[in-house]
């Protein structure tokens, strides 16, 4: 016969399922999080690639248009209007020099949502911006007193001071060229 005083070794059947629930619990609860955390991850990851798609988008686009030029003989003049404006550039070619060619910056619908789109004579096509309620171009034909901003511009000789950007009521104005 055991004694009163003694004391018992091991656990009971009750404490090792109680601490297997806990158990069971904590290492639900961890992956919940990790799953979060992973998610998060991926969100943010996913948010750093449109950034910056968006920002070498807007690089190519001030380079390429504070690169035009007049057009040469028998090339397209610099045509603009408030949804679509061509000109001639000079776009940088893989072997690392410029070389000119023709570019087009276009307001249109892809599948259903307005972009702003660059179109160079190459074929590359580059989404400047998505996802905008309204948007339209405009050409600065004379900076002085504030400037005048025209609506439509042609000509094969000349160029104008820049080219604004209107979207949803913000504009960015890209400057032609290096002017002192």
């Known amino acids: 016969m055991p004694r009163p005083d003694a004391r018992r070794a091991g656990f009971t059947l009750l404490e090792v399922v109680v601490a297997l629930a806990i158990t069971g619990m904590v290492v639900l609860g961890a992956r919940a999080v990790m799953a979060r955390l992973g998610d998060d991850a991926a969100h943010l990851a996913a ?7 968006e920002a070498n988008a807007d690089r190519l686009l001030r380079d390429l248009v504070g690169r035009a030029e007049p057009s040469p003989r028998g090339a397209l003049p610099f045509t603009g209007n408030s949804d679509a404006v061509r000109f001639t550039t000079r776009c940088e070619v893989p072997a690392g020099w410029q070389e000119r060619c023709q570019a087009e910056l276009a307001v249109v619908e892809v599948s259903g949502v307005p972009t702003l789109g660059l179109t160079l004579g190459t074929g590359e096509a580059v989404v400047v911006r998505r996802g905008f309620g309204a948007a339209r171009l405009r050409y600065l034909y004379d900076p002085a007193n504030g400037g005048t901003w025209v ?30």
């Open 47 to 53: 948010t750093a690639a449109d950034d910056d798609r």
């Open 151 to 180: 609506n439509q511009w042609s000509s094969a000789f000349s160029l104008p001071w820049a080219v604004g950007v209107e979207v949803d009521g913000e504009l960015v104005i890209l400057p032609i060229g290096e002017r002192g």
